[in-house]
């Protein structure tokens, strides 16, 4: 979270510097913070097993409903369709956020300690495990390349901060706040993570540059592929 919101304050301070247009701006916004779990989780099963994939539940309920009350924030303010920042304004921003409400539903679910329901949760606990797979197919369908060679200064900066300062920046924040090895590893896949694909749905449903969007998704998508490895590498090192 301290490096989220490290990179996001960081990018509203450059405002005044970024030479793109309000709609533009939400896309950059979104891409340097937001991270797509759905490729996360795999990663983090496949690399650290069920102890690291129980550490990584507790990061995206912890992280998620942030980046996503920043994100709306930014596009109720420089979205095509500027809702402006009044409180009543950016609650209903927020609450028409299916990420977000999912999130807080499952926190409070748990904080409550609501027991299993027979044959609901084991519902629920097939659609969950169909979640991931079906959530890699359609990221992997859903890349556009076009917008990246129409757009190659903004969306490499953008890729830039999000899969080159952003995982030592988890990784370094969670060694000096005291994590262990696992939870350092854990902090710097979640910052090699690509851009989040919802990202481009909050960019259409609220006057973001849904192509700038989709084209920074497709390069973090590719160059997270190459740096997770890379990473893994070094981490066992240390």
């Not at 979270?1 to 979104?30: C, E, H, N, R, W």
């Not at 027991?115 to 890349?143: D, H, M, Q, R, W």
């Not at 939870?183 to 849904?210: E, K, N, S």
Request: include cysteine; hydrophobic fraction near 60%.
């Amino acid at each position: 979270m301290g490096a989220t919101l490290i990179v996001a304050a960081a990018t509203l301070a450059a405002k005044p510097l970024i030479t793109l247009d309000g709609p533009a701006y939400t896309s950059v916004f979104q891409g340097v913070i937001r991270w797509n779990s759905f490729v996360f989780l795999p990663v983090i099963q496949a690399a650290f097993g069920e102890k690291g994939l129980a550490l990584a539940a507790v990061m995206i309920a912890s992280i998620i409903p942030v980046t996503n009350i920043l994100c709306v924030g930014v596009l109720a303010r420089w979205g095509a369709d500027q809702r402006g920042m009044r409180p009543v304004a950016l609650m209903k921003a927020m609450l028409a956020n299916p990420i977000l409400l999912a999130c807080l539903i499952g926190l409070a679910l748990n904080f409550a300690r609501v027991p299993f329901i027979p044959g609901v949760t084991e519902t629920l606990k097939l659609l969950g495990s169909a979640a991931l797979p079906t959530g890699l197919i359609i990221a992997g369908a859903g890349l556009s390349f076009a917008e990246v060679a129409r757009r190659k200064v903004t969306i490499a900066g953008v890729s830039f901060v999000k899969l080159i300062i952003m995982p030592p920046l988890m990784w370094g924040l969670c060694i000096l706040f005291g994590g262990d090895h696992l939870a350092q590893g854990v902090a710097m896949l979640c910052g090699a993570a690509p851009g989040a694909a919802a990202a481009y749905l909050l960019a259409r449903q609220m006057g973001g540059d849904a192509p700038l969007m989709a084209g920074i998704i497709a390069l973090t998508m590719v160059i997270s592929a190459l740096m997770i490895p890379l990473l893994l590498f070094i981490y066992h090192l240390t």
